[in-house]
């Protein structure tokens, strides 16, 4: 992160709200609640069972303000068709990439993949537990969802880093504090 935290600051006169609270207190409560989840997956039950349940809820809250949420937080705003990915996509290989105040589209389909990714993963981790059969149908594709979700927050964070040098801002910051360069 050494990398990004050089960054100029956003100016307080031009910076914009973008992020409300409750995004940003969902979003590092369900990072939190991930990582405490993967940690515990093949040792603590308790522990684990309580951050699946916690991720539930977290999601479900997301998907409820994603629709009647404040303007940056809904769906609206950035879940958009192939043809704008592509554009964003090639304007960012160009070096001139495309300027969004909220989330821009790939990132849209990023957060649309980790939402529904960390849903299917609780789901399938609920199921597995309540069929009472060890190794069965549910806990292997709870597992084979585990590590999926791993990878995606992996593309996630490596698309922070690069969105991040790409518009010379540091969105993790941003995502701490709710402001953006507007
Ligand atoms: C150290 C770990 C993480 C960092 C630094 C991080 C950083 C960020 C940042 C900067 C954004 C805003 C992107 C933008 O400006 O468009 C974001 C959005 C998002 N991230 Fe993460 N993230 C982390 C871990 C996770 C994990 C583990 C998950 C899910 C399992 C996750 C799910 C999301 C979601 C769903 C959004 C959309 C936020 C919203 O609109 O509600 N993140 N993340």
Redesign the pocket.
């Given at each position: 992160m050494a990398v990004i935290e050089g960054m100029s600051e956003p100016n307080p006169s031009t910076a914009i709200k973008v992020?409300d609270p409750l995004?940003r207190v969902?979003?590092w409560g369900?990072?939190t609640a991930?990582?405490v989840a993967y940690a515990t997956g093949e040792e603590i039950m308790s522990v684990h069972e309580v951050a699946g349940y916690a991720i539930l809820v977290i999601v479900s809250l997301?998907l409820v303000w994603g629709f009647i949420g404040t303007p940056y937080?809904r769906f609206a705003d950035f879940v958009r068709g192939p043809g704008a990915v592509r554009g964003y996509l090639r304007s960012l290989v160009a070096g001139h990439p495309e300027h969004y105040v909220?989330?821009?589209p790939a990132?849209g389909w990023m957060?649309m993949a980790?939402?529904g990714g960390?849903a299917v993963t609780a789901v399938t981790g609920i199921l597995a537990d309540q069929s009472g059969v060890s190794h069965g149908t549910f806990e292997e594709l709870h597992e084979v969802a585990a590590n999926g979700?791993l990878l995606l927050?992996l593309g996630?964070?490596a698309g922070?880093i690069v969105?991040s040098l790409a518009h010379r801002e540091n969105?993790?910051r941003?995502?701490i504090t709710g402001r953006k360069k507007g």
């Open positions: 992020w995004v969902l979003h369900l990072a991930f990582a997301r937080a909220g989330h821009n990132g957060i980790l939402l960390v979700m927050v996630h964070i922070v969105g969105l993790v941003a995502m």
